[in-house]
């Protein structure tokens, strides 16, 4: 047992996608930091991805789950990084969370967890609404009130465990989401709110948001971590000639080994190619965005050394 851990959080229905990053970097050589699926309420891993040495770990804050405004949207399993917090300190010293519908492609998630998180309790990468326009207000501090701040990505959290206890930050969450959150949003709109751009920043290696204006600049970062915001998930239909074959392809290649009774990947291994008009429009959302983009990753030194939110 290692003192950091990476976390992929899901429910027993996001499960077989969970799988997906946590074998993934199960598989990491050299690995000096535990693999994880965590949910609120306990699941049966399949035994094959337990060999791999993937574990489990069930967690939930109730006073915390007392507050939080649910519905049939709003799994539990959303808020499992104020869960872990939490749930994890005195065990880990560093947890990086994940949400199931990330795809790891390289980079050592040991030595970002090494990282000086500059006496933050929570780490993370601005959200995409703030990639291109770093001042934007987001509509959640404009229905708080608040002026804007810096703004996380909710789908990759590193939290330091012990100083996010000594923040207080469980009970300052539960407090939140019991006043402001109903009509807010979720985890996102609860951590941003809780913590108003008092949080390290992650470069976005470690969390590309994959868009149509992010999509065709990711061939050339080389992200460490793709995220599938948005309802185009690389398991759905609504992915063909969108997201690429070989990201496809690692989520199908994990359902038909380890979980074979889910529904398959549709034409995994077969070549699609956008529509011409969606491909202009994506190439045009790049170039007008170059001149900002590159701003903003040219402000990461590299993609394991963190940067105060505020600037």
């Known amino acids: 047992m290692h003192d950091t851990a990476v976390v992929v959080a899901c429910d027993a229905n996001y499960l077989p996608y969970a799988a997906t990053p946590a074998l993934a970097m199960a598989a990491r050589p050299g690995r000096d930091f535990d693999v994880l699926i965590g949910g609120p309420d306990p699941l049966e891993l399949p035994q094959s ?46 947890i990086l969370v994940l949400d199931a519908d990330i795809l790891y492609e390289r980079g050592d ?9 500059l006496g933050c309790a929570v780490a993370a990468v601005r959200d995409n609404k703030q990639w291109r326009t770093p001042g934007r207000k987001v509509s959640e501090f404009r229905a708080l009130g608040e002026p804007a701040h810096p703004y996380f990505n909710a789908g990759v959290v590193m939290i330091d465990t012990a100083t996010f206890l000594a923040a207080d930050l469980p009970a300052r969450a539960a407090d939140f989401a019991r006043n402001h959150l109903a009509g807010l949003g979720r985890d996102q709109a609860l951590m941003n709110g809780v913590l108003k751009g008092d949080w390290a920043e992650i470069s976005p290696h470690w969390n590309w ?28 239909d ?38 011409a008009s969606t491909l202009r429009k994506a190439l045009f959302r790049q170039w007008r965005a170059a001149g900002a983009m590159t701003r903003y990753l040219n402000r990461f030194p590299d993609e394991y050394t963190l940067i105060s939110a505020r600037g």
């Not at 080389?222 to 398991?235: A, S």
């Not at 969108?242 to 549709?266: G, N």
Request: proline share 8%.
């Open 49 to 94: 991805l337990r060999d791999t040495g993937i574990g489990h770990v069930a967690a939930s804050d109730p006073t915390l789950r007392e507050a939080l405004p649910l519905d049939a949207r709003r799994s539990l399993a959303t808020y499992m990084e104020l869960f872990l917090g939490s749930g994890l300190a005195g065990i880990y010293r560093r």
């Open 238 to 275: 609504a992915s063909i000639g969108v997201v690429p074959m070989r990201m496809r392809a690692a989520f199908s290649d994990v359902l038909l080994r380890h979980f074979p009774d889910a529904p398959p990947v549709t034409q995994a291994e077969l070549r699609h190619w956008p529509e």
């Open 109 to 117: 998630p040991g030595r970002l967890m090494r990282a000086n998180m």
């Open 209 to 236: 948001q994959y868009t149509s204006a992010s999509a065709q600049l990711a061939e050339i970062a080389d992200p460490c971590l793709v995220h599938f915001i948005g309802t185009r998930k690389p398991w759905s």
